[in-house]
């Protein structure tokens, strides 16, 4: 995601008295199903990057993929997205989930040991850590008599602080943190902070955030 959903404000509408609300909700609803819209397909954000400054390389070039999460299918979908834009990128990947299969905490030794077969020198570890619950409310004017009579004093002391029953839409705004460990140091190479509007389509923000953080892993010479 890039920062919150637009806001704005709807202007009360210059229409005949006999303008029924449910006019005035055609026109609002859709623009506020197009800003969430707009923002659930954003690209990623990246909030925060920090680089290890006293790593010097070489840049990693064989990756296990480890995506945490309770749902066996998440985490395929985010390893095997990861891992096939590593490979695009020239970068040697393999996903964990075929080396390490259980759905759930698995004891240090046996991942070790899982790490140390692979030939891997790095390891790269994304996870959610935090989910927002957001909502976003379309009110809708009280277009009643008073709108033109008895002029607008009469409209300002009653009609003018009335509305209508408001629209209500949630939405969730996933917070992800993704991290590149060096198997041989076993310290941290890089880690960065990214968040995006919960999207219906898992495998696209998988590949969206794949692309995103691997560009700027290049970039920043760790892998």
Not at 166 to 188: F, R
Request: aromatic share 10%.
């Amino acid at each position: 995601m890039s920062g919150p959903p637009i806001a704005f404000t709807l202007y009360p509408l210059a229409v005949s008295l006999e303008c029924p609300v449910s006019v005035l909700r055609l026109i609002a609803r859709p623009v506020l199903l197009a800003v969430l819209f707009l923002s659930a397909c954003a690209p990623v954000s990246m909030r925060n990057v920090w680089r290890d400054p006293a790593y010097n390389g070489p840049a990693l070039h064989h990756v296990v993929v480890m995506s945490i999460s309770r749902s066996d299918v998440q985490r395929r979908v985010f390893e095997d997205s990861f891992a096939g834009y590593l490979q695009q990128q020239g970068v040697q990947a393999q996903v964990s989930y075929n080396m390490l299969p259980e759905n759930g905490p698995i004891a240090n030794d046996k991942i070790q040991a899982a790490f140390a077969q692979s030939g891997a020198d790095g390891v790269l570890v994304t996870r959610i850590i935090h989910v927002e619950q957001r909502l976003d409310v379309a009110p809708y004017p009280y277009m009643g008599p008073g709108w033109y009579r008895p002029g607008f004093y009469g409209w300002y002391g009653g009609p003018a602080w009335s509305a209508v029953p408001a629209d209500v839409y949630q939405y969730s705004v996933l917070t992800l943190e993704t991290t590149l460990w060096s198997l041989s140091s076993g310290k941290i190479v890089w880690t960065a902070a990214s968040q995006i509007v919960e999207p219906d389509d898992v495998s696209r923000l998988a590949s969206s955030l794949a692309q995103t953080l691997v560009t700027r892993m290049r970039a920043d010479a760790v892998l």
